[in-house]
């Protein structure tokens, strides 16, 4: 009986590592998620990543911003007229990242770190 009861607790522990929403925690930390607009507002959702590939889910909400991010070894940028979402795969290192939205880069700007 014990036997029966302890394989049932693993196939219950198995099918929820299955389930997608339930990724390693590794995994959901290597994703950013960048934004500008639809405002004079643009964001990124951490401030300081350890050196090592991410993906940075770009939400342009407006059609005359963009997320332009540029730092050691990288120099990405959405298009202006663009409201649209990107995804990209980058290497960060450490030290200083930028963003900003280039035709309003005196007031929509932002600071990436590595580490």
């Known amino acids: 009986m014990r036997q029966l009861a302890f394989g ?3 196939a219950a522990i198995a099918a929820a590592l299955a ?3 339930l990724a390693p925690a590794g995994t959901r930390n290597n994703t950013l998620i960048a934004t500008d607009g639809p405002g004079f ?3 990124m959702n951490k401030t300081t ?9 770009v939400h342009d ?3 005359i911003h963009n997320f332009h991010l ?3 070894g990288v120099n990405k940028l959405t298009s202006v007229p663009a409201d649209a979402t990107t995804t990209w795969k980058v290497m960060l290192k450490k030290g ?5 939205c280039d035709p309003h880069v005196a007031s929509m700007k932002g600071l990436l770190r590595g580490t």
């Not at 990543?49 to 889910?57: D, R």
């Not at 200083?96 to 900003?100: A, G, L, N, P, S």
């Open 96 to 100: 200083t990242y930028k963003f900003v």
């Open 19 to 21: 389930v997608p929403g």
């Open 41 to 43: 507002t643009i964001t």
């Open 49 to 57: 990543v350890k050196a090592g590939t991410y993906t940075i889910v």
């Open 70 to 72: 540029t730092g050691p």
């Open 8 to 10: 049932a607790a693993l």
């Open 61 to 63: 909400k407006s059609n």
